[in-house]
């Protein structure tokens, strides 16, 4: 069965730092998305990674793929107040459905 | 282009009631989506619909909880009777087709509380 765990579950940052989440997961995966929801909002798409090394980047947010290690990390730069939401990965199997993370609260203050 | 609508976006019930979440997916999405995020916890597949087939259901939790999607355009998913661990956030989501250039459209989700 394919787990996903993210870490941290919450994230308390000053603006202007940098911080990473990790995302594992425990099998094989063709895919893995990145998504933001703000509160009481839907999950917005950021990001999809299709393959072992796979870089994305939009403006703070830079995403990786390693499938070797099954990990992903997305990497906050300069954080600042508006990046303040809860970041979900996501994996899938060429099945369909996605398997989530817990998620990582971020609060990024001044 | 109009998103994924839910409704209600909120929902209070005794438990022992029903409750009836709707889902209208985007325009022309064949593929529409269940998920549900409890206490917190990960967000959990519930089911899969093309058009108005159940092409996948096997996370539906038990029978107290039954999904359509007649004429293959919004859904309905249904609790009864509720029950406390029921409590959480539903979110529908829709598809063009199962493609990662086709990514889902999530909704905002109807929070529902079981009291």
Known sequence: ELKVEQNPLFLSMQEGKNYTIYCNYSTTSDRLYWYRQDPGKSLESLFVLLSNGAVKQEGRLMASLDTKARLSTLHITAAVHDLSATYFCAVDQDTDKLIFGTGTRLQVFP | ?115
């Open chain 2, 1 to 115: 282009e109009a998103g994924v609508t839910q409704f209600p976006s909120h929902s209070v019930i005794e438990k022992g009631q029903t409750v009836t979440l709707r889902c209208d997916p985007i325009s022309g999405h064949d593929n529409l989506y269940w998920y549900r995020r409890v206490m917190g916890k990960e967000i959990k597949f519930l089911l899969h619909f093309v058009k108005e087939s159940k092409q996948d259901e096997s996370g539906m939790p038990n029978n107290r909880f039954l999904a359509e999607r007649t004429g293959g355009t919004y859904s309905t998913l249904k609790v009864q009777p509720a029950e406390l661990e029921d409590s959480g956030v539903y979110f529908c989501a829709s598809s063009q087709d199962w493609s990662y250039n086709s990514p889902l459209h999530f909704g905002n989700g109807t929070r529902l509380t079981v009291t």
